[in-house]
């Protein structure tokens, strides 16, 4: 049950798009369309940002998007905004019936 | 509106036991899977364990696989973490979590500290 692989550190500056990766192997992400994102703020629980690969739930910014190819998905910033800096995870159902999460990504807006 | 209350967390000394509860309403309790996810301090996410409907079926993470036990009382919409044999490396938020696939409600979590 080895964490999904995130990039530590991903930034940019308001109005531009970023992408954060995660690699996974074919028992998890390449496994089934079951890839979700977390934003989570300091002090504060997770909040679901994608689910299924690139669903968003109801109440969750069009700014971001996400897409799953072989064992990496991808998530997408786009319009990039002060509020947006936080720490980032993906997460995915594997083979096992278990979950694993990403190693996340902390987010910096210039 | 979904609510989830976690309690029971503290110190705990390595060996020792701890149960948390997460008491959940806004919701009907026993449609949903529940879980426990765990975040030790300045780290990531760690899924812990699942939880079906009736209670009838369990997931562990490996690293509490023999330690964690998970269960719930559809009657009291309670779901419950019982820790034996307490790490240190179990220090952690653990936070109460609906659903299976889609983690889409969380509770606030309980912080456990485990040290001698």
């Given at each position: 049950?080895?964490?999904?692989?995130?990039?530590?550190?991903?930034?940019?500056?308001?109005?531009?798009?970023?992408t954060i990766s995660c690699t996974g192997t074919s028992s998890d992400v390449g496994a089934f369309d079951y890839v979700s994102w977390y934003q989570q703020h300091p002090d504060k629980a997770p909040k679901l940002l994608i689910y299924d690969v690139n669903k968003r739930p109801s109440g969750a910014s069009y700014r971001f998007s996400a897409s799953k190819s072989g064992n990496?998905?991808?998530?997408?910033?786009?319009g990039l905004q002060a509020?947006?800096?936080?720490?980032?995870?993906?997460?995915?159902?594997?083979?096992?019936?278990?979950?694993?999460?990403?190693?996340?990504?902390?987010?910096?807006v210039l | 509106e979904v609510q989830l209350l976690e309690s029971g967390g503290g110190s705990g000394?390595?060996?020792?036991?701890?149960?948390?509860?997460?008491?959940?309403?806004?919701f009907t309790?026993?449609?949903?899977?529940?879980?426990?996810?765990?975040?030790?301090?300045?780290?990531?996410?760690?899924?812990?364990?699942?939880i079906t409907l009736t209670g009838l079926t369990t997931y562990y993470a490996d690293s509490v696989k023999g330690r964690f036990t998970i269960s719930r009382d559809n009657a009291k919409n309670t779901l419950?973490?019982?820790?034996?044999?307490?790490?240190?490396?179990?220090?952690?938020?653990?936070?109460?979590?609906?659903d299976v696939r889609i983690f889409q409600y969380w509770g606030r979590g309980t912080l456990v500290t485990v040290s001698s």
């Open positions: 049950q080895s964490a999904l692989t995130q990039p530590a550190s991903v930034s940019g500056s308001p109005g531009q798009s970023i990496v998905a991808s998530l997408t910033i786009s509020g947006d800096e936080a720490d980032y995870y993906c997460s995915s159902y594997t083979t096992s019936n278990t979950y694993v999460f990403g190693t996340g990504t902390k987010v910096t | 000394q390595p060996g020792g036991s701890l149960t948390l509860s997460c008491a959940a309403s806004g309790f026993d449609n949903y899977a529940m879980n426990w996810v765990r975040q030790a301090p300045g780290k990531g996410l760690e899924w812990v364990s699942t419950y973490l019982h820790m034996n044999s307490l790490r240190v490396e179990d220090t952690a938020v653990y936070y109460c979590v609906r």
